[in-house]
């Protein structure tokens, strides 16, 4: 029993060495941890703090604007606000509200408590991410994900009308282009 559960738990990394061919350009880029590596058992989010911010702690309920870049665990790079639109601008970052589960599991914990300014990497398990199914043809499924990600900015979110029901989801965030130029 304990060895099939080490090798349930190496599985993954083991693949996702195979499948890197050793080229140094299929690999998610390393990023140093601070305060030591991400400890997480099989499954679980791991989260290694990269940067720490010193601006406004992100808290349930508020809207966060985070810059990110998704890798599948083979490294391939799937996604990225980082990356320029066709025109040549830059991408803003997504804005959502934080705890509603407006984004994936794995983001709505791994942003939360963190501080405008800083900055983590995210190892986010496939049923934290996008689950059995993936999102083909870019997430395969059952894909665990790694996210790197930088808290922007936070805001309180725009208020509902009278006429809008009251359910959670009709709140909606401040442009990027209305928060940055009040920061």
């Known amino acids: 029993m304990r060895r099939t559960v080490v090798v349930a738990m190496c599985a993954p990394l083991l693949a996702a060495c195979a499948s890197s061919g050793g080229s140094s350009t299929s690999r998610v880029p390393e990023r140093e941890p601070m305060g030591g590596a991400a400890t997480s058992a099989a499954g679980e989010l791991g989260i290694v703090e990269t940067r720490v911010g010193t601006g406004a702690r992100a808290m349930a309920r508020q809207c966060v604007y985070v810059h990110y870049v ?5 490294g391939k790079q799937f996604e990225s606000t980082r990356d320029t639109l066709p025109n040549g601008r830059p991408q803003p970052p997504i804005a959502f509200e934080l705890g509603t589960g407006a984004v994936l599991q794995g983001w709505d914990k791994g ?24 999102v083909p043809p870019n997430i395969p ?14 805001a309180a979110p725009l208020p509902t009308s009278s006429n809008a029901p009251r359910a959670e989801s009709a709140r909606t965030c401040p442009t990027w282009t209305a928060v940055s130029r009040s920061r």
């Open 141 to 154: 499924p059952r894909a665990d994900l790694v996210f790197d990600i930088e808290l922007m900015a936070v």
């Open 111 to 134: 942003v939360a408590s963190m501080q405008v300014g800083g900055a983590r990497r995210l190892y986010v398990p496939y049923r934290m991410g996008y689950g059995t199914k993936g």
């Open 70 to 74: 998704g890798f599948l665990s083979n």
